[in-house]
Structure formats: structure tokens, C-alpha cells
């Protein structure tokens, strides 16, 4: 049952555009990630917020920004997209304590396509 | 660098047969996990299995961890059609709580 939701699910943009992508989590947890998947199906951490606070910041490019109003939502703006932006882009969220806080609740992913 | 790893890029196997996924991995951990992604969809947890376990079952799947050889393995029984996915080993070693993915297996169980 999904309870991470991801819009859009596919971003078709030009080089150079920005974009925006949405996440939010219904589960009430307080940690959300963003993780980047690419053609081989590598995924890698982006970026962790605790309760709307950065707590990870992977090396990526500035022009990624994470954007967080509540411990709910995590959203992430990409400033003027490269090519090798071209990904999904997954969001998770994961629970604070109890006998599941290492278990990551991923949504389903935004796809995005830089022509 | 990837700090986990699975094995084998691809599996394939016939439905009702067993099949098993490798998992090698670099550093201290506090726990490693077992996801599969199925096609369209982001990763879902399969298995969690501690530093301190050495065997974990849910169902047909059961995980194992090898702390003195960093490795884990996930065995699937009776495979079904359904079971067709890209299956992840994900490590965790407490701090600043940021899991690492392995590249994946991707399995095929044909009917």
C-alpha cells in the first residue's frame, strides 16, 4: 500500500529548464531522503532531512536543492538541468524509533528525461 | 565507492525452483537489508537482519549475514512469476543514518 507519493511520474525537459518535484509522506515518520537511480539501476543518497533539518548532503551539484515545509513533505528543485541529470529520483521516508527505523518506505519514483 | 554489493547482475530461473542472491560488503555494519524494486515501482524491505543475527526467515525468503566474511545472502524457495524484480542488499552502520545500496541482481523466474 503506498504512503510515500512522488509527482510527477514523468518529466520530459530541455537543458538548461528547471524542475520541480514533489514528495510527501503519510506515514509520520520524521526522516525523508531523496535518492537518485540511473540506468543501471545504481542508487545513490542525495539528501536526508530530519523533521524539516538537513541532515545529509551527499556531493551533488548545486543546482539540486532539497526543499522541506514540513516533516511530511520533501521536495527537490533542479536549477537548469544537465543531461546526465536524466534519472529517477526516488523519495523514502523512514520511522524515528521502534523495531523498523532502519527500514526505508520508498514512493514510486519521478522519471525524469533531459532531451 | 560502493560500500555494498550484490554479486551477480542477473538471475534467471524457472518458477518452483530456488534461487539465491550474494551480497558483499566493505565496512563495519549495525544491520544490512534485503529490498526488491519491481518494475515502476521504488524498492520495498524484504528482510532486516542485525549484526548480531546470523539467519532471518519471512516466508519463502530467508537472509543470512556472515559478519567475519561481510556478506549476506537472500534465498527465495518455491519461486513464483512474481517474484521477477531487481533485489537490493542495503547497509547500515549507525551515525548520521544513511543506507547503502548495492547495484542490485536483477531475477527472472520464468513460468
Known amino acids: 500500500e503506498t504512503a510515500v507519493f512522488q509527482t510527477p511520474n514523468y518529466h520530459v525537459t530541455q537543458v538548461g529548464n528547471e524542475v520541480s518535484f514533489n514528495c510527501k509522506q503519510t506515514l509520520g515518520h520524521d526522516t525523508m531522503y531523496w535518492y537518485k537511480q540511473d540506468s543501471k539501476k545504481l542508487l545513490k543518497i542525495m539528501f536526508s532531512y530530519n523533521n524539516k533539518q538537513l541532515i545529509v548532503n551527499e556531493t551533488v551539484p548545486r543546482r539540486f536543492s532539497p526543499q522541506s515545509s514540513d516533516k511530511a513533505h520533501l521536495n527537490l528543485r533542479i536549477k537548469s538541468v544537465e543531461p546526465e541529470d536524466s534519472a529517477v529520483y526516488l523519495c523514502a521516508s523512514r520511522p524515528t524509533g521502534g523495531t523498523s527505523a532502519e527500514t526505508l518506505y520508498f514512493g514510486s519514483g519521478t522519471r525524469l528525461t533531459v532531451l | 565507492s560502493q560500500l555494498a554489493e550484490e554479486n551477480s547482475w542477473a538471475l534467471s530461473v524457472h518458477e518452483g525452483e530456488s534461487v539465491t542472491v550474494n551480497c558483499s560488503y566493505k565496512t563495519s555494519i549495525t544491520a544490512l537489508q534485503w529490498y526488491r524494486q519491481k518494475s515502476g515501482k521504488g524498492p520495498a524491505q524484504l528482510i532486516l537482519?542485525?549484526?548480531?543475527?546470523r539467519e532471518k526467515r519471512n516466508g519463502r525468503l530467508r537472509a543470512t549475514l556472515d559478519t567475519s566474511s561481510q556478506s549476506s545472502s537472500l534465498s527465495i524457495t518455491a519461486t513464483r512469476c512474481e517474484d521477477t524484480a531487481v533485489y537490493f542488499c542495503a547497509t547500515s552502520s549507525g551515525g548520521n543514518y544513511k543506507p547503502t545500496f548495492g547495484k542490485g541482481t536483477s531475477l527472472v523466474v520464468h513460468p
Open positions: 537482519i542485525r549484526s548480531n543475527e
